[in-house]
């Protein structure tokens, strides 16, 4: 967290002080009471990339919703924007075996689930793999079982297993008449639809958690996220639209209560949503630490140290 000490300092630099910390992201979270109830706090622990990281089995990564594998954006002119930015690279140089699955970006659980199946068939037949995904895996290795590769573990990261408020508040603030006007537009230009209706909070605790059990023989782990957005952050609105409804800390888009599932790993502290996916922005950080801070969290050692986790455990 970054302080602002009260010493013989030029008032111009404690206005600029303030300033960045309004532009930063806060971690102003030591005090609150709800603590208690976010399990291990994780503040600096994947702030750098350690030498050395235990690895065991193939790790397959699936994105979430409207994710990507690589997006081109001027065709074979120039090179695709990597939805893993800088994972999938860090994690085979430490020689991890790794898997991108492709899902589609808005399809329903299950279409984004049997997609997942195809895809982490095709790469691993007959392997044990660990896997970092969603709701989609949670639901093939529920409901369609595959047999064409063992699923060791599902890591979940800030994923809405109990769904999100944020959803629920913006069905109910466009309205059902606006929402089908908006998904036909979609389906226009080929995007599938299925997927935000099951975002819900109602969907996701009465329809899709009683039908979609643990599996005896994986085990579940999971990382929630939370953050204090300044105004300028593009998740301000959102996480004040979580925070009242569902009470909670939340990263922007997921509450902390609705990442929990099977063995909670802990919540990282001051940590965004695209922070987790090491879409950071470098800005960020270069000023942060020009003020004093340091660098909280890299993404690239959060992943790293799941594949060192998952090892030790005989994963």
Sequence with gaps: MIRIFYRATPRSTLRWQRKVCAFSTSRRLLEDPRLQNIGRRIED??????????????????????????????GNMLPGIQYWRGITEALSAKGVEVI??????????EARAEKLAESIS?????KDVNIIAGLDSRYMISCL???????????????PHRGSAFADYMFESIGARQIKRIYQIMEYIGLETGAFSQLTC??????????????????????????EPSAWSVFAASHGIIK?????????????SS?????????????????????????????????????NFNAIALYLDIADMLAKKGL
């Design 100 to 109: 991108v699955a492709a899902v589609p970006p808005s399809g329903s659980v």
């Design 202 to 227: 109602s969907y996701m605790q009465d329809s899709f958690n009683p039908r979609t059990p643990n599996v005896d023989g994986v085990k579940y782990y999971s990382y929630g996220a939370s953050l």
């Design 244 to 256: 009242r409804i569902e009470g909670g800390l939340n990263d922007g888009l997921v509450s902390v």
């Design 45 to 74: 622990e994947f702030a750098i990339i350690r030498n050395h990281y235990g690895i065991k089995h193939t790790l397959v990564l699936a994105h979430g919703l409207l994710g990507f594998n690589e997006l081109k954006l001027a």
């Design 122 to 126: 095709a790469q691993a037949k007959g």
């Design 145 to 159: 079982k595959p047999t064409d590769f063992n699923v060791l573990s599902l890591t979940t990261i800030a994923t």
């Design 259 to 295: 990442s929990q599932w099977g063995q909670y790993q802990g919540t990282l502290i001051g940590v965004s949503h695209l922070d987790l996916i090491n879409w950071t922005n470098r800005l960020k950080w270069w000023i942060w630490e020009l003020t004093g801070g340091k660098r």
